[in-house]
């Protein structure tokens, strides 16, 4: 099925990737990459699901990196791209049970379990700092209680 998808060209998408492997967010391209990255007793884990949409460029993106300057920080960050990494969103999306499809999204995770979901239409209706303070304050609930 994902064989005769059409991806994005990697020039295309480089940049975006790196709007977020800047902040030490780690690219997970494969399903086993994902798999290893969520899997239990993984702790937590912010995975973002990186898109070529404007919402992702201008609020998303920086979003993250404003919210990674936070002092209560997940054990981890991953990131797949809608369009590229067609194999490794789908298994994104598969661990996130009874949520719409949506890009840019971006889920917290821990033991590979969905605790927190941000999606598009919270993005769009929001600008960088206001979703960085969403992610924030769910870094405070489900990261810092992870490590008691």
């Given at each position: 099925?994902?064989?005769?998808?059409?991806?994005?060209?990697?020039?295309?998408?480089?940049?975006?990737?790196?709007?977020?492997?800047?902040?030490?967010?780690?690219?997970?391209?494969?399903?086993?990459?994902?798999?290893?990255?969520?899997?239990?007793?993984?702790?937590?884990?912010?995975m973002?699901?990186?898109?070529?949409?404007?919402?992702?460029?201008?609020?998303?993106?920086?979003?993250?990196?404003?919210?990674?300057?936070?002092?209560?920080?997940?054990?981890a960050?991953?990131?797949?791209?809608?369009?590229?990494?067609?194999?490794?969103?789908a298994?994104?999306?598969?661990?996130?049970?009874?949520?719409?499809?949506?890009?840019?999204?971006?889920?917290?995770?821990?033991?590979?379990?969905?605790?927190?979901?941000?999606?598009?239409?919270?993005i769009?209706?929001?600008?960088?700092?206001?979703?960085?303070?969403?992610?924030t304050?769910?870094?405070?609930?489900?990261?810092?209680?992870?490590?008691?």
């Amino acid at each position: 099925m994902f064989s005769t998808a059409m991806r994005y060209p990697e020039q295309l998408i480089a940049r975006m990737r790196e709007d977020l492997t800047q902040y030490g967010v780690e690219e997970t391209r494969t399903p086993e990459e994902v798999n290893r990255k969520l899997a239990p007793g993984s702790g937590t884990v912010l995975m973002v699901v990186n898109s070529v949409c404007g919402c992702a460029a201008g609020k998303a993106r920086p979003a993250i990196g404003i919210a990674l300057q936070h002092h209560v920080r997940p054990d981890a960050t991953a990131t797949v791209f809608a369009g590229a990494d067609l194999e490794a969103v789908a298994r994104v999306r598969e661990l996130l049970t009874g949520v719409p499809p949506s890009s840019p999204s971006i889920a917290l995770f821990r033991d590979g379990k969905p605790v927190f979901v941000v999606h598009r239409h919270q993005i769009e209706s929001r600008q960088a700092p206001e979703i960085a303070k969403l992610l924030t304050e769910a870094f405070d609930q489900y990261c810092v209680s992870a490590r008691q």
